[in-house]
C-alpha cells in the first residue's frame, strides 16, 4: 500500500506542478520577422491558440509552435480538461 501511494503521490506531482517551458527565438533586428516560440510542454495540454497582444488577433491555433514572428508580444492559451492556462 505505500509503494502504490508514492509511485501515485509522484504521478500526481509531475502531472499538476509540472513547470511548463516555452522555447523562444528572438528576431535577429528590429525589421525582421524570423522570431520563433515553441511550446514544450503539450503534452499535458488539449489544445493551443497563439495571440499577438497588440490587435488581440488569434494568429495560431492548434499548433504547440510559431515560427516567422515580427517583434512583439504574444501569449499562449493551453488548455487541458476545458481549462485555460495563459503563458
Not at 26 to 34: F, K, M, R, V, W
Request: contains cysteine; charged residues 10%; aromatic residues 18%.
Amino acid at each position: 500500500m505505500k509503494t502504490f501511494f508514492l509511485v501515485f503521490s509522484l504521478l500526481v506531482s509531475v502531472k499538476f506542478f509540472h513547470a511548463q517551458s516555452i522555447s523562444v527565438t528572438n528576431t535577429s533586428d528590429l525589421g525582421s520577422c524570423n522570431g520563433s516560440a515553441i511550446f514544450l510542454d503539450s503534452a499535458f495540454y488539449d489544445t493551443w491558440t497563439w495571440i499577438y497582444l497588440e490587435d488581440n488577433y488569434i494568429i495560431a491555433n492548434g499548433y504547440t509552435g510559431i515560427f516567422d514572428l515580427c517583434m512583439g508580444d504574444y501569449t499562449l492559451i493551453a488548455t487541458s480538461n476545458g481549462v485555460n492556462s495563459s503563458f
